[in-house]
């Protein structure tokens, strides 16, 4: 951050301590679901600098927010493509020490996890185009060296053979020989069988709870008819298949193929609805020769799920309140993720020393235990749904109490509960 974005930073937390130690009804307030439904959209936008500011912003202003670890992910995410990845590398391994059970780690880019590994052996992360260079050149050569020896080692078991079947009776010679030319026959046998596997990566996230398509080409590049094998490698819970294209509903196992054939098929499979918005998942077609088995081909594709990332704020109208105080408790409901969030039920425990008065909005209603409860028909992407409630502290709250509810938030729609920990407000003495 430059010096005048810091600068910028300081003015608002400023502003933020003055407006919040005002007693007036009259106070400004800086938000952190504000902010960071800025910095989200700057990232949709593809402006990742200033999505870092903004992120910036909301963690010097709001260090102890809920919405702490989806703002460092996205400070990695657009750190890494602004081309900070010393940046990139710290911001993820933050997330991965403050929140080590987060189910959001599993939507971290690959790239992302190499970059915090590096940085936590001490490598210092300079985007360097030279060093990639080198990177690749120096693979480039062991390879080839490990081929060399490979190369030398066969040169040498051959010769040992040859040594070892002249040194042999005369009377095997032929059996020898005979044996050779079944071998070479079989080793241009297996040579001659060329498979060429085209699998699509370019239909995008599939939302969860919904069918996934990949379309996949199978062709026999060789010159003599082959009957493959066919097997899909993918986790058990997205039940994936292999099929003929247009007909879903029919597993392929097997295949036979004239030269120069192909064979159109589909991978179908259903998104687990659990999964969080970004999760990446490998799915592999393997193809095995019907006649040498040690003959196969494999073609491996990433499939994307797609799926809303609600998080929830709720919160004191001020961080510091008085016996008997009435004002307003605000909650916010917004989505992060790549689908609209629908069909939410939101259920809000108020902190014991709070009474509920009731509400602008007549949707919130007050079950018997006392719990608040309302629903979200719908949450676009990028956006944010806010209730208000009228609410009292209670007279007989202590100085120096800690007020802090909870929030369940209900996604019907994919069976999905997330809970989320309101912020602490704190009872101090009326002036």
């Known amino acids: 951050m430059n010096a005048f974005s810091k600068a910028i930073v300081q003015v608002v937390l400023s502003l933020f301590i003055v407006f919040t130690s005002c007693v007036s009804g009259h106070s400004v307030e800086i938000d952190d679901s504000t902010i960071f439904v800025e910095a989200f959209n700057a990232y949709q936008q593809k402006d990742y600098l200033l999505t870092i500011e903004k992120c910036d912003q909301l963690n010097q202003v709001f260090p102890d927010s809920p919405l702490r670890d989806v703002t460092l992910l996205l400070i990695a995410r657009s750190s890494l493509k602004s081309g900070d990845n010393e940046r990139a590398a710290k911001s993820i391994a933050l997330f991965s020490s403050e929140f080590p059970e987060s189910s959001l780690k599993t939507s971290v880019d690959d790239e992302l996890k190499t970059l915090a590994v590096r940085h936590q052996k001490g490598e210092l992360l300079a985007p360097d185009k030279a060093l990639q260079a080198a990177a690749r050149k120096v693979s480039t050569d062991r390879i080839a ?92 819970e997205y039940g994936a298949i292999l099929t003929k294209a247009g007909i879903a509903d029919e597993g392929v196992t097997k295949i036979l193929l004239a ?70 408790y605000r909650v916010v409901i917004l989505n992060a993720g790549s689908l609209p969030a629908q069909n939410l039920t939101v259920r809000l425990q108020l902190p014991p020393q709070i009474d509920f008065q009731g509400a602008p909005d007549s949707s919130v209603k007050q079950e018997l235990n006392g719990t608040l409860v309302f629903t979200v028909d719908k949450v676009d992407i990028g956006r944010l749904v806010e209730k208000n409630l009228d609410v009292t502290v209670r007279e007989n709250s202590s100085i120096g109490q800690e007020l802090r509810g909870q929030v369940e938030v209900v996604n019907g729609n994919l069976q999905r509960k997330d809970i989320f920990t309101a912020s602490a407000s704190v009872v101090v003495p009326a002036k």
Request: glycine residues 6%; positive net charge; charged residues 30%.
């Open 145 to 236: 060296r490990e081929r060399e020896v490979a190369l030398k080692l066969e040169m040498e078991r051959i010769a040992k053979v040859k040594a070892e079947q002249e040194r042999l009776a005369k009377i095997k010679l032929e059996e020898e020989r005979r044996e050779k030319e079944r071998l070479l026959a079989e080793k241009l046998a297996k040579e001659s069988i060329k498979v060429v596997i085209t699998l699509r990566e370019d239909t995008g996230p599939v939302p969860v709870g919904s069918n996934g398509v990949l379309p996949f080409e199978i062709s026999n590049k060789g010159k003599s008819s082959e009957e493959l094998l066919l097997t899909m490698i993918a986790p058990k």
């Open 259 to 328: 030269a120069g054939e192909s064979f159109n098929g589909t991978v179908q499979f259903r998104m687990p609805p659990g999964l969080v918005d970004g999760h990446r998942s490998a799915m592999t077609i393997h193809v095995a020769s019907a006649k040498f088995n040690d003959v196969n081909f494999q073609k491996q594709a990433t499939v994307l799920s797609a799926a809303p990332l609600v998080r929830a704020v709720a919160k004191l109208a001020k961080p510091k309140v008085t016996p008997g105080e009435k004002l307003r």
